[in-house]
């Protein structure tokens, strides 16, 4: 049984840092990636290098020029669409069942008064840390290891974060899933994360208009 394992093909490992590099804008639009290099930082042959980097550009982040080389595209809209067509389908279904499943309401209030502090005090890193941990906690509380799982690999796959001056309703929203969630209310809990969740796309794709202009 254990032989029949497969393991993650190199050129997919690849693809996968790749790519949390440039939606996390470690590699920011305009980065020119050189095989060599990228494949001696992450300890591999260029072969799965080259192979990953063609992958991205069918996913439209990487650009291939004529001369070869490969330039970091900013993220399509259609990209982040569908990142979060996906997240909301999941994470409603999250956030209903832990209003049936939830046991210990204190964990959740916690994370969500340290993240009202982090907000009101534009730290971004303490904003990112604490909104993770809010959506991980509704995760934990669903009670289905294969649902967090999948969450997790969308969020660890694609850090797409929000425009920092959109950062004030993050709260907001989060006080209404909360609400929703504390009343035990799946319906009014699946509403609140798709309204969440939809808005944070839009501000995103905002951004993504205004930098192109």
Sequence with gaps: MVNQIRIMPVRERVASELRKAILTEAFPPGTELTQSKIAEMLGVSRMPVREAIQMLSSEGLIEMRPNRSAIVQQVPDAF??????????????????????????????????????????????????????????????????????????????????????????????????VEAVMNQDPESARDAMKKHLERSMQDILNRQIYQKK
């Design 80 to 177: 982040i669409r569908d990142h979060f067509d996906l997240r909301i389908l999941l994470e409603c279904e999250a956030a209903a069942r832990a209003c049936v499943n939830i046991t210990d309401f204190n964990p959740l209030l916690e994370v969500h008064a340290h993240h009202k502090e982090s907000v009101e005090s534009g730290q971004m890193e303490d904003i990112q840390n604490t909104n993770q941990s809010f959506h991980m906690l509704l995760w934990d509380a669903a009670g289905n290891s294969r649902l967090k799982n999948l969450l997790m690999q969308l969020w660890n796959g694609v850090a797409i974060s929000r425009p920092s001056d959109s950062i004030l309703h993050l709260h907001d929203e989060h006080d209404q899933i």
